[in-house]
């Protein structure tokens, strides 16, 4: 997204609003022109009737130009904004995850919702005031000249070397304001760590340090913000005081020129009117070039974020599927970070059946999840392929590929919102009747029914208000709920207890007839009944079979399955 291409598609609306404002500049040129007049037709004793009619028809027509031109500027302003925004949280739910990966999400908040709003009053408001007040500036000079061009060019040599000056401390407002807004948005990011990770600061007494950390962040934003208001306190004082030097020539050199008789004393106070009339436009005018400016450092970051990596640059037709095994990882190769950084999984080939139960073990950091990952296409492989029911997910558009998984993550993430919004959230038109379905298989019947308000109660951040193994098989009922092909569960037993385990061994065993299921466990004794088990140690398939194949063959699963085997029998 380019900013300034989404203001140009509001055009119409800024030019009709700049409009009015011009009309209401020509309005209030003209006050001074009939009360000029009235005052003749007083001094003449000519009736006042139409003077003072078209002074009050000028004054109520120059309210309603300014409000017109308030609302139409302010309406083309939130609609900026409203775009601005809609096209960066497009592009930051169909980011790249690795580039997502890198952002820091404080500094994404700041500028959706702060520089954004910056960016729409320097768009709309600066832009229209730099017209209008430009308008005012241009007419009184042409006015003046009219009058006197040699006074003229003196007050344009003083007004002029002000301006030069006003014009290049708005340029150091520009760059004071981006420090200023980088450092607000580390404060942002500061303050989001604290709330994301609220029990661990308390658990870990950490409340005094992170109030320290955050305090100097606000600290690094209170002083770059007050560089921004000095630089822009010297804008108004750097014009007035040109306008006072302007002042004391034009007085002094005009005085010298009636004293001459090489001017009229009426056209000397004519002029020094007019140069009064042009300095507050003037003033406005560099005051809004200096909030213009703040607002291009927000337009900057904008733009910035919203030339985010994308994940699928245009969708492919979705592809025919094939008979045949319902995932091949084929020689995949990936690494989190380029080579020559060593690659997280290594020449993985293996196949998975279109229906049973599929188990990968392995130790912690084998690249378990990474595999799962790869096959939502969450990440790319370096090298080699993965292969959805016979096609290439790489040729897939990404909704088939993700339509055909459901993923049940290691930490569930529930949403804030009823239960029935987590149940439904990738399915949300379904109907009760599968919804029952599927909370039966999960085993949530029971828990379902002694919530307050059913399937209607509401759950805090995170699913907050069930226990952890509820909301995994909240997790797990969702997943069911989008009848997937595949069903991947990433450690999806950890929170159970040995009932609730059992209960769900069932449901897997159920399910898996109907599609290929693949989980991850640590916990040995739920996939002791896998049709087939893949043993994977550093990022490397080291072997396949069955608990009984695998106990005989491999040194590491015999190793893993003796260590927990025994322990879970110590346990019951
Ligand atoms: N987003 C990431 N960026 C960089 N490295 C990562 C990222 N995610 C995982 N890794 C690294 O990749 C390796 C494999 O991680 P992965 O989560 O796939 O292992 P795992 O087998 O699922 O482990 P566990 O059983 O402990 O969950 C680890 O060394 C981990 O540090």
Redesign the pocket.
């Known amino acids: 997204m380019n900013v300034w291409e989404t203001a140009k598609a509001h055009r119409p609306l800024l030019i009709a609003g700049i409009t009015l404002g011009l009309l209401g500049a020509v309005a209030s040129l003209a006050q001074p022109l009939l009360i000029g007049e009235l005052i003749g037709a007083v001094a003449k004793d000519s009736p006042l009737f139409w003077p003072i009619a078209s002074i009050v028809a000028l004054f109520c027509a120059d309210a309603v130009l300014a409000a017109a031109h308030a609302y139409a500027i302010g309406r083309a302003g939130e609609n900026i904004v409203f775009d601005m925004r809609r096209t960066l949280v497009g592009r930051l739910l169909r980011a790249d995850m690795a580039a997502f ?1 890198r952002l820091d999400h404080g500094d994404v908040f700041t500028r959706v919702v702060t520089d954004t709003s910056i960016a729409r009053v320097s768009l709309s408001q600066s832009l229209a005031q730099i017209v209008t007040s430009g308008f005012m500036v241009v007419g009184g000079i042409a006015a003046m000249a009219w009058i006197d061009w040699p006074l003229l060019l003196l007050s344009l040599g003083c007004l002029g070397a002000a301006s030069v000056v006003s014009l290049l401390l708005a340029r150091r407002v520009r760059q004071a304001s981006l420090v200023n807004r980088e450092d607000t948005s580390s404060f942002g990011s500061g303050v989001q760590r604290v709330m994301g990770g609220m029990s661990t600061v308390k658990t870990s007494r950490a409340e005094a340090r992170e109030d320290a950390r955050i305090t100097a962040l606000a600290g690094r934003a209170r002083r770059s913000g007050i560089r921004v208001s000095a630089i822009s306190a010297m804008l108004t004082p750097a014009m007035n005081v040109g306008t006072q030097v302007c002042l004391a020539a034009v007085v002094g050199w005009g005085m010298s020129r009636v004293a001459t008789g090489a001017m009229e004393l009426s056209a000397l106070t004519a002029f020094v009117m007019y140069l009064f009339y042009l300095v507050a436009p003037l003033v406005m005018l560099f005051l809004a070039i200096g909030e213009f400016q703040q607002g291009r450092a927000a337009i900057d970051r904008v733009t910035e974020l919203s030339h985010l990596e994308q994940e699928e640059a245009v969708a492919p037709p979705p592809a025919e599927l094939l008979p045949g095994p319902a995932v091949r990882f084929d020689g995949v190769t990936f690494g ?2 380029p080579p020559p950084a060593a690659p ?1 999984v290594e020449d993985v080939s293996f196949s998975v059946p279109p229906h049973g139960l599929t188990a990968i073990v ?1 130790p ?7 595999l799962f990952q790869l096959l939502e296409r969450l990440h790319r492989p370096g090298e080699g392929s993965v292969h959805l029911r016979g096609v290439d997910i790489a040729t897939m558009p990404l909704d088939q590929v993700r339509g055909l998984i459901g993923y049940v993550e ?1 930490e569930s993430a529930l949403i804030r919102g009823t239960v029935r919004e987590n149940l439904t959230y990738a399915d949300p038109d379904a109907d009760d009747g599968a919804i029952a379905h599927v909370v039966r298989l999960a085993g949530l019947t029971d828990v379902l029914a002694g919530l307050p308000q059913g399937l209607d109660t509401p759950l805090g951040e995170r699913g907050a208000g069930l226990s952890g193994g509820q909301r995994q098989r909240l997790a797990i009922a969702r997943t069911l709920l989008q009848r997937p092909q595949v069903i991947l569960l990433d450690e999806a037993t950890a929170h159970l207890d040995s009932e609730a385990e059992a209960a769900l061994r069932d449901t897997i065993a159920t399910v898996s007839q109907e599609c290929a299921v693949i989980a ?1 466990a ?1 916990r040995l004794s739920t996939v002791v009944d896998a049709d087939r088990i893949i043993v994977l140690e550093a990022g490397r398939v080291r072997a396949t079979g069955t608990h009984h194949e695998l106990l005989d063959s491999d040194e590491l699963y015999r190793r893993i399955a003796s260590r927990q085997l025994l322990t879970e029998g110590a346990a019951r």
Do not use: L, N
């Open positions: 990966g989190y970070a997280v392995g912690s950091g084998a690249g378990k999840t990474t290691q991850i640590h």
